[in-house]
C-alpha cells in the first residue's frame, strides 16, 4: 500500500475521466482509490491539456483516528474524513497530516480537501436548478458596460 502523506490524491471510484488520461490508482477503502502518480497540481496540469477542469470550491473536512502505528492511524481518520466527502465531488486530496505519538499508539488528523473532475468549467449546484460559470469569457467582460445611476437620499 501507497503510504499515506500530505498532497495524496484520492478518487472516487467510477469517476469518468478523459479518454487519453492515463492514472496509476491503488485501492484504499470505502469506494476510494488513491491516485499514485501525483498531487492536485500535478493532476491539475495533466487534466487542462485534455480541456477538463479541476475544480476545488468546498472547505475541507478534518478527522482523527487513533491506530498502533502512524500509517494506521492516518488511515483511520483519512476514511473518516472521506465519509464527510459529499457525493457531488469525485477527488480528494490530503492537506494536512498531524501526528502526535504516545507511548502505545499514535493519534493522526487528517484534513482532506474534496474536488470535481469534470469536462464541463461550468460548476451545476448540488440541486442541478443552477449553474455558476467559473469564469466569464474575455468577450463578455469587455461588451459589459457599466451605468451609474445618482441616487437622491
Known sequence: ??????LTMLLREG???PDDLKLAI????????LIRSGDAHWLDKKIRRLRWHLLWIDEG???SGVGKTSQEAIAGALKLALRHVSARFNAAEVEHIELKQYPWFFIAKVRVHP????QSAVLCAANESACLPMSLPAELIASTKITFVPVAL
Do not use: G
Open 61 to 63: 473536512s478534518l478527522r
Open 15 to 17: 469517476t469518468k475521466l
Open 1 to 6: 500500500m501507497l503510504e499515506l502523506a500530505e
Open 26 to 33: 491503488e485501492e484504499f477503502r470505502e469506494d476510494w482509490n
Open 115 to 118: 474536488y470535481q473532475i469534470q
